[in-house]
């Protein structure tokens, strides 16, 4: 029997069950002091500064926005390629948000690009780190300099990154991440606020104190989904569940991913639950995962090595980059390949469940026409695809993966030659 491999590895603290259990008996799922020792941890991390948790990564944004007090109508620029929920939540802090293209071979903000953007209206701009790789944050704050413009970045991907030894977040003047599911650092959702700007940082104290806790019921129903979750991306209840729907889809040449990823639209009022504190059960569970943080990384970057010794050397395949100057987190293990959607199918009939690219080329969505821009890099990035390499593989599993992968990309490759021998004969 074929085990199917997921192409979501969620990181998970084996003992969530216990810490969950004596938060209950405490009468502190909701509030409690782990929150404040959480936000404590985060900030020692990062060496020093002031973090807040928010009830998702995409409102500790839109803190760090309402603290720093732009004028309204301000542009804030954003990489043409991201998640669209970011430059959503600018807008809905009465700002303008405005693109850049990215650098296809990096998948991060062009720096040239960047310049070209600018315009006396310009107040701010967000970096943000793509799959793990620290975007180039030297060319990038001297631009921001020379006009003037404060810089959030956008660590959604790269909790643990560094760029030239400093932990990405504390780059620019403010930063955020995300604590969501399949992020670096899972607790159920949630985010952080980080700054080192004392006066910014009392602001988003007195932001962060002003949202409601939220509803015991709420806190439960996200602790059932987190575990729900991970038993349903585990390999055994994967192969017998998802993966038929997503093998079948396949056959049938229709693409699921669509249906899995949040719906595109204004987030303008914003929607129930959005305005709520972090709870302070998540924050147990994410203390305990800072402790696992650095072996998780290390792991994921040890698998992404492998993989690349693997498909080294296979014809029309590009590795993801990795600078010398910066540490490479590889949330995602991102490549360009000669056909994506037919290695896609390829790969799922051999069991492994390949992740389309799935960043948003935000200048092409209706939600955002009224900025479109001519963006090559961005769009070329949607011949990317994502391989399977999180650092919840095993050793015999990451070795499939990469076996399949390879053994797919060079049956498409002698098919390809094989059609061209005959067209040329």
Known sequence: MLTAISRYGARFVPETAGI???????????????????????????????????????????????????????EVVFPALTFWVVPEMARAAGLTP???????????????????AITPRTRAVVPTHIYGLPCDMDEILAIARRHRLRVIEDCAHALGAHYRDRPVGTLGDASFFSFQLLKPLNTGGGGMAFTRDATLGRRLD?????????????????????????????????????????WASAALGVAPDVYLWEKVRPLQPLP????????????????????RLDEWNARAIDHAKYMNVVLRGVDGVELPPAPPDRTHIYYQ????????????????????????????????????????????????????????????????????????????????QRGSRQAGHATVH
């Open 206 to 246: 007195e932001i962060a104190a002003a949202q409601p806790w939220p509803p015991e019921p709420r806190v439960r129903g996200r602790l059932r989904l987190l575990g729900f979750e991970r038993a349903l991306i585990t390999p055994r209840i994967f192969t017998f569940t998802v993966f038929p729907l997503l």
């Open 98 to 116: 405005v693109f850049a293209d990215v650098d296809p071979t990096t998948f991060n903000l062009d720096p040239a690009a960047l310049e070209r």
């Open 20 to 74: 969950v259990d004596r938060c209950e008996r405490r009468g502190e799922l909701v509030r409690g002091p782990e929150i404040a020792l959480f936000e404590e941890a985060f900030a020692r991390r990062l060496g020093g500064g002031t973090a807040r948790t928010a009830s998702y990564g995409r409102m500790a944004f839109l803190h760090i926005l309402r603290a720093l007090d732009l004028p309204a109508g301000s």
């Open 333 to 412: 293990y991102c490549v360009y390949v000669p056909d994506r959607p037919r290695l896609v199918r390829a790969c799922l009939r051999a069991g492994v469940d390949l992740e389309y690219h799935h960043m948003d080329v935000c200048p092409d969505l209706p939600l955002f026409r009224e900025q479109r821009i001519d963006a090559p890099g961005a769009r070329r990035t949607r011949d990317a695809v994502q391989v399977p390499i999180h650092a919840g593989l095993t050793p015999p599993q990451l070795e499939a993966v990469a076996r399949r992968v390879r053994r797919a990309l060079e049956r498409e």
């Open 272 to 291: 129930d639950g959005y305005a709520q504190r972090y709870s302070n059960v998540q924050a147990a569970i994410g203390l305990a995962g800072l402790e």
